[in-house]
């Protein structure tokens, strides 16, 4: 059956994503990092769980989750540092990483979010070409709608996106207290406005860095 | 008192976050747009700016605080 060969296709190359080491750990140099698949893994968990009583239409959280990373398969596993690591700035200061990158004029911060969703837009069209037309059409619009937040799972989705982040950035950060993650937690500082999330990052706070706390 | 310098919904402020000068939008909870300089006034640091004027230095804290000065804030000023 020809559809099928597709779908072959297909997931061989969703498949990829168990391989593509994460570029925020590769730059901070954390030894052995997660893949986008690994990361997708915990994040469709979180969403499922930190998403209960919120009136969200769950199997679409769930897809959404899904598909959120799959056009990194093409178009790589961009970072908000990724100028300054071009420039090799983080080989002279490591501590780049502790500080959120982007503070600029509004407007480069639009040119800039525009051509990391226009370049990941083409690479969601590339590896879903294989699919029967319906599905691919799901697919695309249901990153769409996350990339632009237009639905509550959306808006959701992509805090939790960022929430798995720090959670991961606070496990690297307690294996190798010389690895600098205070990125993270300016930008989910500035992102995360879900109550629920809100206060779940403040007991990643505790959990991990609070001195009563053998973990930390 | 001069309100229009009041952080509020809707304001355009000029920050310096841990001293990098930055722009930010603060906007109603529920928008997205962090990456683009939007921030829900339901955030962290968008509770923390709220009701802040042109000067004001706020921190937000946690192991990791951040210090926003205020610059300048604009409300439907050109």
Partial sequence: MAENKGLVEFFLQAGRLKEIKRSGWVNRGVKNPESIADHTFRMALMAWVMGRGKGLDMLRLLKMALVHDLCEVYAGDATPHDKQIERGEHLKDETIFDRWPLRMPQEEKEELANSKRSREGKALEQISQQLPEDLAQEMRGLWYEYENGLSLEGVFLRQVDRVENVLQACEYGQADPNLHMGSFWEQIKELADDPDLVEFVDEMDRYFYSKSNPKS | ?78
């Fill in chain 2, 1 to 78: 008192m001069d309100d229009d310098r009041i952080i509020k919904i809707g304001s355009q402020v000029v920050v310096e976050a841990n001293g990098a000068r930055d722009e930010i939008v603060l906007v109603a909870p529920g928008t997205l747009g962090q990456e683009r300089g939007y921030i829900s006034a339901a955030t962290k640091v968008g509770r923390a700016l709220l009701g802040h004027r042109e000067g004001d230095t706020i921190t937000v804290s946690s192991s990791f605080p951040v210090v926003y000065k205020i610059v300048e804030v604009r409300n439907g000023r050109k």
